[in-house]
T-cell receptor, first 118, second 112 residues
């Protein structure tokens, strides 16, 4: 069964702390994504990566960075956590390739990491 | 630009049909998707439709696509309490990165 695993389901951190959110996928997917989900705002893309050591900014990258040292692992880093980064963070992956082919563009999501910053 | 709009809330009785609507703005979308999120969980793909199709049926689910109006709908027949969840509409852009743009989600509440 395909799987995207986020290491922490719930985290509580203090303002100014450095936070690492880890995501691992076992499907050999090229693309990996970090979204945050907030009530009334839906899902917003923070960063994505289409290959090892490659990264692209999404819609709301400010205050975040990412690391993709291995194909299966994509980490989201909050260098100095702030209260407005309290949110649900969702990791996703997908295979590379043309959407007109066998790849339908489907994203496979992890269960989410709920971060509270006090 | 890309924007996906959906109503935020829908309440139905068990056994009724539910219809969740979505509008999108980018006519170059290749695929349109419906994802389901149960409480405390990530998103799971429910169904998708290729942009050259008008309708897709999968058991209790019917997806209708009106490209002229850029309108997508999801109909759930014989809605059950287990269908209570947030439903997200999403569109894809024709690139190799599979970047999806999501709507804000419609919370479906099914009462007995």
């Amino acid at each position: 069964d395909v799987k995207v695993t986020q290491s922490s389901r719930y985290l509580v951190k203090r303002t100014g702390e450095k936070v690492f959110l880890e995501c691992v996928q076992d499907m050999d997917h090229e693309n990996m994504f970090w979204y945050r989900q907030d009530p009334g705002l839906g899902l917003r893309l923070i960063y994505f990566s289409y290959d090892v050591k490659m990264k692209e900014k999404g819609d709301i990258p400010e205050g975040y960075s990412v690391s993709r040292e291995k194909k299966e692992r994509f980490s989201l880093i909050l260098e100095s956590a702030s209260t407005n980064q309290t949110s649900m963070y969702l990791c996703a992956s997908s295979p590379q390739g043309s959407l007109a082919g066998a790849n339908t563009g489907e994203l496979f999501f992890g269960e989410g990491s709920r971060l509270t910053v006090l | 630009g890309e924007d996906v709009e959906q109503s935020l809330f829908l309440s139905v009785r068990e056994g009724d049909s539910s219809v969740i609507n979505c509008t999108y703005t980018d006519s170059s979308s290749t695929y349109l998707y419906w994802y389901k999120q149960e409480p405390g969980a990530g998103l799971q793909l429910l169904t998708y439709i290729f942009s050259n199709m008008d309708m897709k049926q999968d058991q209790r689910l019917t997806v209708l696509l009106n490209k002229k109006d850029k309108h997508l709908s999801l109909r759930i027949a014989d809605t059950q309490t287990g269908d209570s969840a947030i439903y997200f509409c999403a569109e894809s852009m024709p690139s190799g990165y599979s970047t999806l743009t999501f709507g804000k989600g419609t919370m479906l509440l099914v009462s007995p």
